[in-house]
């Protein structure tokens, strides 16, 4: 069966430092994939797309990096900040008329 | 533009009662779904909808049933309630990009079934 993993469940930085995310997936072959941000006690709100012919996705301190040989994507938030503490959510597009896979989530915390 | 909204924030259900999720999304987008979040679970699809008319089963449906009469509205139903429906319900909108679908969430439904 399909299956994505966020390596970890919480990663904690400090202020000012790249923090790397890490999205593994098997068993699958999306076209695309996407990250979104949770905030505790709110829905997740979608923050890039990534293509599988791209390498590599950037939006403001964000960037986003796809793999298809080792089946995995990173996510980077450079210059940290303590605003940027959240879950971090990976989904895989199955390609299905919208529908999602979604990892369990990455909490980063960014210490100022 | 409110985007997509959920009623009711909270809930808290006995065992056996049945309710309905409401969820309206005012961005005319053809696609809605319905997820359930749990601790170490992730985000689970329970049903979801390409259009009015038309819904079909996602990864957990068992104990739900939806609609879609409208564009913009996708209630979600539970008929008789169990305390494994304990969960946090998010409903989400997307359209097509003409690639991939980036989805829209509500603020969600915390249901507590005792």
């Known amino acids: 069966s399909q299956k994505i993993e966020q390596n970890s469940e919480a990663l904690n930085i400090q202020e000012g430092k790249t923090a790397t995310l890490t999205c593994n997936y098997t068993?699958?072959?999306?076209?695309?994939l996407q990250w979104y941000r949770q905030d505790p006690g709110r829905g997740p709100v979608f923050l890039l797309l990534i293509r599988e012919n791209e390498k590599e996705k950037r939006k403001e301190r964000l960037k986003v990096t796809f793999d298809t040989t080792l089946k995995q994507s990173l996510f980077h938030i450079t210059a940290s900040q303590p605003a940027d503490s959240a879950t971090y959510l990976c989904a895989l597009d199955t390609g299905s008329q919208g529908n999602l896979i979604f990892g369990k989530g990455t909490k980063l915390s960014v210490k100022p | 533009n409110a985007g997509v909204t959920q009623t009711p924030k909270f809930q808290v259900l006995k065992t056996g009662q049945s309710m309905t999720l409401q969820c309206a999304q005012d961005?005319?987008?053809?696609?809605m779904s319905w997820y359930r979040q749990d601790p170490g679970m992730g985000l689970r699809l329970i049903h979801y909808?390409?259009?009015?008319?038309?819904?079909d089963q996602g990864e957990v449906p068992n104990g739900y049933n939806v609609s879609r009469s409208t564009t913009e509205d996708f209630p979600l139903r539970l008929l008789s309630a169990a305390p494994s429906q304990t969960s946090v319900y998010f409903c989400a909108s997307s359209y097509s990009t003409g690639s991939s679908y980036e989805q829209y969430f509500g603020p969600g439904t915390r249901l507590t079934v005792t």
């Open positions: 961005m005319n987008h053809e696609y």
């Open positions: 909808s390409v259009g009015a008319g038309i819904t």
């Open positions: 068993n699958y072959s999306p076209a695309y």
